[in-house]
């Protein structure tokens, strides 16, 4: 079973998107929860993530604009994008780091385009 993203969808530059991430498990004892993206001919990247302390930290390319939340008792991640430029298009992804290694098996993500 895979993380479930959502959420994304066609933009204009500056508008505003709110992605969701299902897990299929409990995320209550993972200590890191993030998101990543990957634009077309890239390699994935680190977005945003979120600490069991709710602990914060952003790739600079999105600091200030995006904010990462969790809600462990839905075992839900968020990543509330705002004032979206067209280098924010990519497939969004979650997924939380335990132990050293992924939580979960990645899912299919979520396609944020973002248009001038």
């Known amino acids: 079973v895979q993380l479930q993203a959502s959420g994304g969808g066609l933009a204009h530059a500056g508008d505003s998107l709110r992605l969701s991430c299902a897990a299929p498990g409990s995320i209550f004892s993972i200590n890191i929860m993030g998101w990543y993206r990957q634009a077309p001919g890239n390699e994935r990247e680190p977005v945003a993530s979120?600490?069991?302390?709710?602990?914060?930290n952003y790739a600079d390319s999105v600091k200030g604009r995006f904010t990462i939340s969790r809600d462990n008792s839905k075992n839900t991640v968020y990543l509330q994008m705002n004032s979206l430029k067209p280098e924010d298009t990519a497939v969004y992804y979650c997924?939380?780091?335990?132990?050293?290694?992924?939580?979960?098996?990645w899912g299919q993500g979520t396609l944020v385009t973002v248009s001038s």
């Open positions: 979120i600490t069991t302390d709710r602990i914060r």
């Open positions: 997924n939380g780091r335990r132990l050293g290694a992924w939580a979960f098996s």
